[in-house]
C-alpha cells in the first residue's frame, strides 16, 4: 500500500483535475517520493493500491482514476462522503 500525503496542484486548485503531482511514501510517516499525477494514473490503472493519508488528521481514503468531460485522466479519493480524506484536503508542496 502507497500513501499519497501531499499534492501540488496549478491555479486554482479548486478540483482534483487541478492535481498535477503528488508526494507518496510506503508507511504513513517517512520521507516521501514525488511523482507526476501521470504516473501516478499509470500505476493505479496498473494495479498499484493507492491510499490518501492526511498527516494532521490521519483521514484516509482509497484513490482511484476518473476520466474528465475534457477525456483527461485524473486521480480522486473514492467518494465515502467525508471531506477530510479528499486530495485537496492534503498538504500542498
Known amino acids: 500500500m502507497l500513501y499519497i500525503r501531499k499534492v501540488r ?3 486554482p ?3 482534483n483535475q487541478h492535481i498535477t503531482a503528488v508526494g507518496y511514501s510506503g508507511a504513513v510517516s517517512g520521507p516521501l ?3 507526476t499525477r501521470d504516473i501516478a494514473v499509470r500505476l493505479i490503472e496498473g494495479g498499484t ?3 490518501s ?3 494532521n ?3 484516509e481514503a482509497a484513490v ?3 476520466v474528465s468531460s475534457a477525456r483527461t ?3 480522486r479519493t473514492v467518494a465515502d462522503g467525508r471531506e477530510s480524506n479528499n486530495l485537496l484536503e492534503l498538504p500542498r508542496f
Open 9 to 11: 496542484v496549478v491555479s
Open 13 to 15: 486548485g479548486t478540483s
Open 33 to 35: 517520493i514525488e511523482i
Open 49 to 51: 493500491s493507492f491510499r
Open 53 to 55: 493519508h492526511n498527516d
Open 57 to 59: 488528521t490521519r483521514s
Open 64 to 66: 482511484t482514476v476518473a
Open 73 to 75: 485522466k485524473y486521480i
